[in-house]
């Protein structure tokens, strides 16, 4: 199955600074990511939709000035956080595929503010 | 919209057991329906992936149905180890390949 490589696995921020988080697809080419979020004991919850080579289209209540997506080739999307604040921390990952087949993950990026 | 819901929120189990994780859904116009592992802190691991078309879907020691007019999936593990222990989400794709998520299953397995 394709892979999906996501970096970094964990990272600790000050509160005010960005983060950017990179997702790639290493065997086949991804024209749409998707990245979702999760806080502790609750499900994923989609929060935007990367299109290569187009702007993302963001779920309701998605700041898509805060998370800002690019995904500028068909091998990577990354989202990065911006002005992070400790309500950001969570856990990020993202996911590509064909329609209508297997969806591969990345491994996810844990995501704490302090 | 879609919602997915799992029942149970947790379950616990001893070894050797057999057990039966349930997903149900709301809108039955759906491409498929996936279950996935996830371990704490870690990525989801796909396990199963039935086509709408499908009934049933078979890996090892795990057998997922679905039974889409009701909105409806189960998976099924057989001779539960240790090793089960984990979170997992069943998922349903709509159009454009977009994703809902269940709520989780938490499961422990004691040895």
């Known amino acids: 199955g394709a892979v999906v490589s996501q970096h970094p696995s964990r990272v600790i921020c000050k509160s005010g600074t960005s983060v950017k988080i990179e997702c790639r697809s290493l065997?086949?080419?991804?024209?749409?990511m998707f990245w979702y979020r999760q806080f502790p004991k609750q499900s994923l919850m989609l929060m935007a939709t990367?299109?290569?080579?187009?702007?993302?289209?963001?779920e309701q209540g998605v700041e898509k000035d805060k998370f800002l997506i690019n995904h500028a080739s068909l091998t990577l999307s990354t989202l990065t956080v911006t002005s992070a604040h400790p309500e950001d921390s969570s856990f990020y990952i993202c996911?590509?595929?064909?329609?209508?087949?297997?969806?591969?993950f990345g491994q996810g990026t844990r995501l704490t503010v302090v | 919209k879609q919602e997915v819901t799992q029942i149970p929120a947790a379950l616990s189990v001893p070894e050797g057991e057999n057990l039966v994780l349930n997903c149900s859904f709301t809108d039955s116009a759906i491409y498929n329906l996936q279950w996935f592992r996830q371990d704490p802190g870690k990525g989801l691991t796909s396990l199963l992936l039935?086509?709408?078309?499908?009934r049933e879907q078979t890996s090892g020691r795990l057998n997922a149905s679905l039974d889409k007019s009701s909105g409806r999936s189960t998976l099924y593990i057989a001779a539960s180890q240790p090793g089960d222990s984990a979170t997992y989400l069943c998922?349903?794709?709509?159009?454009?390949?977009?994703?809902?998520f269940g709520t989780g299953t938490s499961l422990t397995v004691i040895p």
């Open positions: 990367s299109n290569e080579g187009s702007k993302a289209t963001y």
């Open positions: 039935i086509q709408s078309s499908q």
């Open positions: 065997d086949f080419q991804a024209t749409t």
């Open positions: 996911s590509t595929g064909q329609p209508n087949t297997e969806a591969f």
């Open positions: 998922a349903v794709v709509s159009v454009g390949n977009q994703f809902y």
